[in-house]
């Protein structure tokens, strides 16, 4: 074959490689199959599959296609298979691969096929850790002192080495018994040592790019991974953050009430017992909205205790459909307790909260008003602290823009809080998700919501 067609066809078979690579790593099915550290024999049958059948078609194109011999990719898919899921997904990968050739004749290719994937399979199990794998590059260490220390450190070999040295071995089994045996198997031969040196560096390139390809999708799932622990962890922060300050301004109510006002001590007491064995029992970052207004009542009635029934009045406007929605839990707290300790405790008559609660469209509308002092310099300043913070973040982590919150003053008098939710209801999580929060990060990311 001439010695310019052979380099072509080689650069367009570094083409098809990562063609072929790209487009399996498109699955998610096939990302989750090929990541894996064991797998089940039904999921390694899976895996060759998806494999097998792309560089199938390569080789049934070649042989349909006389002229087109750079699709023909099965000696090295077998290899590729073979380091990628172990000895039974190369040999039997690399059968299904030399079918096409078979069938036009070519006997020879099906067993050295196995062969090629079984090599390849058993110095996979031989790799001491399986990332390296993954970091298989097709340009040895350059660093003649650093590979002479790791092979020092490691007298039987270093895996890298020994898997490049294996694929050259093949591919001149592979050129040998082709020369030999003419018709019997497809190969590039050339006479010219240049040719020879471009088939040998191509076929050890087509193996690493794919895999190549697959672990920059494969580190891109680990860092989406740490993404969303990340996310579930700074939301847990979160969620803790709201707990003690919530418990701190209540023991303080307590406390004031403890020597002249002991029985609404107890009382305040027993309240907060209630909420504290409802918060350890239950642990969802997200609940349901009935579930939330329950809360506040509980919150409420301690701070009724502590104000007067005659100075803090509280009314509720719930929209029904509302109520099976899903919401942060505790978001409405810090509202309230603002609406109490900056709006109302400042006013010698106290004076009423609103809850109000809609849906529009697919917005969920949760308004907290009061008829206290307004915001005012001094009360903006305090509205900003750890509470109203704290519910801002909240919401930026969960819905990132899809949600809103305003503060403002009320033309009457007071300040009205208003927070504009993607509407989520109770179906849309799954219970085999351990933390709501993976489970709406998960959303936001596929678009469900």
């Not at 000895?87 to 290719?109: F, K, Q």
């Not at 660093?143 to 294996?166: I, M, S």
């Not at 008829?371 to 819905?399: C, H, K, P, W, Y």
Request: hydrophobic share 50%; glycine share 8%.
């Amino acid at each position: 074959m001439d010695q310019r067609l052979i380099l072509v066809t080689l650069l367009i078979k570094l083409g098809v490689a990562a063609a072929v690579a790209s487009a399996l790593v498109r699955s998610r099915y096939f990302k989750w199959l090929l990541f894996r550290e064991e797998r089940s024999f039904e999921q390694k049958i899976h895996l060759t599959l998806f494999v097998a059948t792309f560089f199938a078609l390569g080789v049934m194109i070649r042989v349909l296609v006389p002229n087109f011999l750079a699709a023909d990719l099965g000696f090295e898919a077998a290899i590729l298979m073979g380091v990628i899921g172990g000895c039974l997904t190369g040999a039997l990968g690399g059968a299904l691969v030399a079918m096409p050739a078979l069938w036009a004749g070519e006997y020879v290719t099906l067993p050295l096929n196995v062969f090629a994937g079984l090599m390849a399979g058993l110095l996979r199990s031989r790799v001491p850790n399986h990332e390296e794998v993954w970091s298989f590059s097709p340009f040895i260490d350059l660093g003649v002192y650093r590979w002479v220390r790791r092979v020092l450190r490691r007298p039987l070999g270093d895996w890298q080495t020994a898997f490049f040295l294996v694929i050259l071995g093949l591919q001149l089994l592979h050129l040998e018994l082709a020369a030999r045996l003419p018709g019997k198997m497809f190969a590039l031969v050339s006479d010219q040592w240049p040719a020879q040196l471009a088939i040998y560096a191509v076929t050890i390139a087509m193996v690493a790019i794919p895999l190549k390809i697959w672990n920059n999708a494969r580190i891109e799932m680990k860092l989406e991974e740490q993404e969303r622990l990340l996310l579930q962890a700074r939301m847990e922060a979160l969620q803790t953050q709201i707990n003690p300050h919530f418990l701190f301004n209540t023991l303080n109510s307590i406390s004031s009430l403890v020597r002249f006002d002991p029985d609404s001590a107890r009382e305040l007491i027993v309240k907060l017992a209630s909420i504290l064995r409802r918060l350890l029992r239950k642990h969802d970052s997200f609940i349901q909205l009935r579930e939330e207004v329950e809360f506040i009542d509980a919150y409420l009635d301690i701070e009724v205790v502590r104000f007067g029934r005659d100075k803090l009045r509280v009314s509720k406007q719930l929209d029904a459909a509302s109520l099976d929605a899903l919401v942060p839990s505790m978001i409405l707290q810090p509202l309230v307790e603002n609406s109490i300790k900056h709006g109302l405790a400042p006013q010698v008559d106290g004076g009423s909260i609103t809850l109000r609660s809609r849906v529009s469209g697919n917005t969920l509308v949760l308004q907290v008003e009061d008829d206290g002092v307004g915001l005012g310099q001094e009360s903006a300043e305090e509205g900003t602290g750890i509470g109203m913070a704290n519910v801002a973040e909240r919401l930026a982590v969960l819905f990132g823009d899809s949600a809103r919150i305003r503060i403002e003053d009320r033309p009457e008098g007071g300040t009205s809080v208003t927070l504009e939710l993607p509407v989520l209801q109770a179906s849309e999580i799954s219970p085999e998700t351990s933390s709501v929060v993976a489970a709406i990060y998960e959303a936001r990311g596929s678009g469900q919501r």
